[in-house]
């Protein structure tokens, strides 16, 4: 059992930055592979950006690549906590969705159905 949470979103220009936070708990968290993902009205949910457990190895979707960046923050001390961000720059009016943090459970990084844990979404908004 793990839960996910995020914060961070918003409204903001385009041209601008956001950086959306995921803070995750449960047992042994840390050494899980997370992802964001997002959903925009009237789309389907789609990868947005992972980072792997162990090396920190990261991919992202072609459309957000040299705009986004995740990277995670381990609790030194517990194990069962960990932080995840994703910093977005340049932002565009088509990344307007609301951005999920999930917990990879196996297979590929990209497919939604791949995580078991998800928070509620965050809400961003960029307007042109």
């Known amino acids: 059992q793990a839960q996910v949470a995020e914060s961070g979103g918003g409204l903001v220009q385009a041209g601008g930055s956001l950086r959306l936070s995921c803070a995750a708990s449960?047992?042994?968290?840390?050494?899980?592979?997370m992802g964001w993902f997002r959903q925009a009205p009237g789309k389907e949910r789609e990868f947005v950006a992972v980072?792997?457990?162990?090396?920190?190895?990261?991919?992202?979707?072609?459309?957000v690549k040299g705009r986004f960046t995740i990277s995670r923050d381990n609790d030194q001390t517990d194990n069962d906590k960990t932080m995840v961000y994703l910093q977005m720059n340049n932002l565009k009016p088509e990344d307007t969705a609301v951005y999920s943090c999930?917990?990879?459970?196996?297979?590929?990084?990209?497919?939604?159905?791949?995580?078991?844990?998800w928070g509620q979404g965050t809400q961003v908004t960029v307007s042109s």
């Open positions: 999930a917990v990879h459970w196996f297979g590929t990084y990209d497919t939604a159905r791949n995580y078991n844990y």
């Open positions: 449960g047992r042994g968290i840390s050494s899980y592979t």
């Open positions: 980072i792997v457990w162990g090396n920190d190895d990261t991919y992202y979707a072609d459309s």
